[in-house]
């Protein structure tokens, strides 16, 4: 049997255009699957973090965050923050920056590294994502993601533990460093069977046909004998 795609996928909890492209991803892998050859795929998130300063608890809206910490000016953070709304609408989702908790993420990622031990890495990205841009949820306090870690079937206890010690930093920097030697320099990112690489948020036909190119690349590879 033909090994899955592997897509690897660099992005950041805190990234509207992140979201958006996670799903566009799953739409455009759902519209393969009816094929009568459907490319089988693994999907595996790796962490990086666009603005590794910023303060776990800040104090202020969006806007706040990308006037103070970008320089950009309060109008054109809204014009900014009402575009990617739109497309996120496009995707299927309600992103809500009017109530978004701007926060450092290098606690939620350490949450997906413990998540993917525990084979439910899919299911708390999602999480993560729909607590941080639709709900307001605080995605930078260990307390917040216990609990939302217990939403996708995570132990609360083991979770807790593990992100107190801090024992998956580790992991969280050598995904970094691999992005850094990809040469990655925004995301999303994504990495098609480790020879592809696939910059930003792209609409789901893109993605169905990468999948479909792909799958067909396999199927023309000679048997290993």
Avoid at 66 to 71: I, V
Wanted: glycine share 8%; proline share 4%.
């Amino acid at each position: 049997m033909t090994e899955p795609i592997k897509i690897d996928v660099w992005s950041d909890i805190a990234c509207p255009w992140c979201y958006i492209g996670k799903r566009n991803l799953e739409t455009g892998l759902a519209e393969t699957a009816t094929d009568a050859d459907a490319p089988r795929v693994e999907v595996t998130f790796h962490s990086y973090e666009l603005s590794p300063d910023t303060p776990v608890d800040f104090d202020g809206t969006e806007i706040d965050f990308l006037s103070e910490y970008k320089g950009m000016p309060a109008d054109q953070v809204q014009q900014m923050l009402d575009r990617v709304t739109g497309v996120a609408a496009d995707a299927g989702l309600g992103y809500r920056f009017d109530i978004l908790k701007h926060t450092n993420t290098v606690k939620a990622h350490e949450l997906l590294h413990f998540a993917k031990e525990q084979g439910l890495q899919k299911e708390a990205t999602e999480r993560l994502m729909s607590a941080y841009f639709t709900e307001g949820r605080h995605v930078g306090n260990i307390d917040d993601l216990v609990a939302l870690a217990g939403d996708v079937g995570l132990d609360t206890d083991q979770t807790r533990e593990a992100l107190e010690s801090g024992r998956y930093l580790e992991a969280v920097r050598a995904d970094q460093a691999q992005a850094q030697a990809y040469g990655i320099q925004g995301v999303p990112f994504f990495v098609i069977d480790g020879k592809y690489g696939v910059s930003g948020a792209q609409p789901a036909a893109a993605f169905a046909q990468i999948a479909r190119q792909v799958w067909a690349e396999r199927a023309e590879e000679p048997a290993a004998s």
